[in-house]
């Protein structure tokens, strides 16, 4: 390996380190509410719809401000000042909601996270614009597993964390008597809003980094300098010893335009909105199958406490599992799909395997209460399930995000990932809202069954999508607008 590709690994890793880490304090303060369910319920006398409208208020303004900040990344700010400035809004949107905790004001709560969801989600987005940009080809499925398997570790801290650490600072005023108990969850909450702070200077360092090394060198062919970013030899073996075909000086596949040249002509919004059918399945699955998901870890804790009678130490440890196992699934599932090229394929098992968990916890009760059930089967039963949803959640964060960059053309990528990102903060704001009604007055039971249906919704538009796409979603040729160099192996 030259010198100049051993340079351009290194940095490529680094990016790619940073990129996923961008999002970590925004998915770390985003489950804050969750590690600490029972305490804010108790501390603030909160019912379940009211502590859910926390997550309804984060995704409520995402249903707009996704498709607008995709826009904005598209032809008005670029990736690199949308980072900076949505990381801003993560950290003053957590403030917010740690100053409402301590005063037990749930409006400025509420208000707080509609601050933390005008960054959260879009700063999501921005991961993906770096994603695209600097590893579009035989390795996007590997980085955006990366990227979301890391992010989302995040929440994984946050949930084993924050209870923790607040039992910590209770134990301690216990000693002293100077703080209320929605001080101390204040007082918790901006500790951890630490980790958004991080996120910000993560931001301004892939500010910096794009800027110098995917700048006019890599914009256009006319630099006398040789950028960084190189293949690594003449057979276009890449620095991470996968063969491709992709140049990755002649056409970068950016979905942005660099900071130093003029943002592309947006059009009018019907015509940013005229995707293809494919695209408007690959949306639909991800607002079902998402909303089957996150709304049931947002209330995890106290759901696995009281449906499978565990502690609040295990149910504490089961609500991360389906977040811990995505770190080292996702890379191993990127690469699988890398390889394999077969995405939608992966998506319907994906689901299949995710609607299997939800089923397995649903038939839980006829488990455990028939008298010829075995205690392993009882205690492993809980387990069993999570890891389930695990591995469904993992495969499809890194088979499903992708497609999109597949059959959207670039121009249109970053308006693309914002109204995906918009349609599911839809989702889950209205089964946010649903599902803290039908715990407070049905039950678990009938919400598992409720997000039953969501997964079968998705798995036959996944169904549909394999018919119209193919097992590897290519696109139609005759729907296919605009130039677009074919960043996947045939």
């Known amino acids: 390996m030259t010198s100049t590709a051993s340079s351009s690994l290194i940095l490529r890793l680094a990016?790619?380190?940073?990129?996923?880490?961008?999002?970590?304090?925004?998915?770390?303060?985003?489950?804050?509410?969750?590690?600490?369910?029972?305490?804010?319920?108790?501390?603030?006398?909160?019912?379940?719809?009211?502590?859910?409208?926390?997550?309804?208020?984060?995704?409520?303004?995402?249903?707009?401000?996704?498709?607008?900040?995709?826009?904005?990344?598209?032809?008005?700010?670029?990736?690199?000042?949308?980072?900076?400035?949505?990381?801003?809004?993560?950290?003053?949107?957590?403030?917010?909601?740690?100053?409402?905790?301590?005063?037990?004001?749930?409006?400025?709560?509420?208000?707080?996270?509609?601050?933390?969801?005008?960054?959260?989600?879009?700063?999501?987005?921005?991961?993906?614009?770096?994603?695209?940009?600097?590893?579009?080809?035989?390795?996007?499925?590997?980085?955006?597993?990366?990227?979301?398997?890391?992010?989302?570790?995040?929440?994984?801290?946050?949930?084993?964390?924050?209870?923790?650490?607040?039992?910590?600072?209770?134990?301690?005023?216990?000693?002293?008597?100077?703080?209320?108990?929605?001080?101390?969850?204040?007082?918790?909450?901006?500790?951890?809003?630490?980790?958004?702070?991080?996120?910000?200077?993560?931001?301004?360092?892939?500010?910096?980094?794009?800027?110098?090394?995917?700048?006019?060198?890599?914009?256009?062919?006319?630099?006398?300098?040789?950028?960084?970013?190189?293949?690594?030899?003449?057979?276009?073996?890449?620095?991470?010893?996968?063969?491709?075909?992709?140049?990755?000086?002649?056409?970068?596949?950016?979905?942005?335009?660099?900071?130093?040249?003029?943002?592309?002509?947006?059009?009018?919004?019907?015509?940013?909105?005229?995707?293809?059918?494919?695209?408007?399945?690959?949306?639909?699955?991800?607002?079902?199958?998402?909303?089957?998901v996150f709304p049931l870890i947002s209330q995890g804790v106290k759901f696995f406490s009281k449906w499978f009678h565990v502690d609040e130490s295990t149910a504490r440890m089961l609500n991360s599992v389906v977040y811990t196992m995505s770190l080292p699934a996702s890379p191993i599932f990127g690469f699988m799909v890398d390889r394999t090229r077969k995405n939608v394929f992966w998506v319907a098992v994906a689901i299949i395997l995710s609607s299997c968990a939800h089923g397995l916890m649903a038939a839980s009760h006829y488990i455990i209460d028939h008298p010829a059930t075995p205690n392993a089967i009882i205690h492993a039963l809980p387990w069993v399930a999570v890891t389930l949803l695990g591995l469904g959640y993992s495969l499809l964060a890194c088979s499903l995000w992708p497609m999109v960059s597949f059959i959207v053309p670039k121009e249109k990528l970053g308006t693309a990932y914002g109204f995906m990102q918009a349609i599911q903060n839809l989702g889950l704001a209205l089964t946010a809202m649903l599902s803290g009604v039908i715990v407070d007055k049905g039950g678990y039971q009938q919400l598992l069954m409720f997000f039953l249906s969501f997964q079968a919704i998705a798995l036959f538009c996944c169904l549909m999508l394999w018919k119209k796409h193919g097992i590897n979603c290519e696109p139609i040729p005759e729907s296919y607008e605009g130039s677009r160099r074919q960043s996947r192996i045939e």
């Open 15 to 292: 990016v790619l380190s940073l990129t996923c880490l961008l999002g970590f304090g925004s998915y770390f303060c985003y489950d804050s509410p969750a590690a600490l369910q029972s305490q804010l319920e108790h501390g603030l006398n909160l019912t379940n719809s009211e502590f859910m409208s926390l997550y309804a208020w984060y995704s409520w303004p995402n249903v707009f401000l996704c498709f607008i900040g995709g826009y904005l990344i598209d032809a008005v700010l670029g990736r690199r000042k949308a980072g900076i400035v949505f990381s801003m809004f993560v950290l003053v949107g957590q403030a917010v909601l740690a100053y409402g905790t301590s005063k037990s004001s749930l409006w400025i709560m509420d208000i707080g996270r509609l601050i933390f969801g005008l960054g959260g989600e879009t700063l999501a987005i921005v991961g993906n614009a770096y994603s695209v940009a600097w590893f579009s080809g035989s390795m996007l499925n590997l980085a955006f597993g990366m990227v979301l398997s890391v992010s989302r570790l995040g929440s994984t801290a946050s949930l084993n964390a924050l209870a923790p650490l607040y039992d910590h600072l209770n134990k301690t005023n216990g000693i002293n008597g100077t703080m209320t108990e929605p001080e101390i969850l204040g007082e918790t909450l901006s500790i951890a809003g630490l980790t958004c702070v991080g996120s910000f200077l993560i931001a301004a360092a892939l500010c910096f980094l794009d800027a110098k090394f995917m700048g006019e060198g890599n914009s256009s062919n006319d630099s006398d300098e040789e950028p960084l970013l190189v293949e690594s030899s003449e057979n276009n073996i890449d620095e991470f010893g996968v063969e491709n075909d992709i140049e990755i000086l002649e056409e970068p596949d950016l979905i942005i335009a660099d900071e130093d040249e003029t943002p592309a002509a947006s059009g009018d919004w019907s015509e940013r909105l005229n995707f293809n059918g494919g695209a408007w399945l690959l949306f639909a699955i991800c607002v079902f199958y998402y909303s089957s």
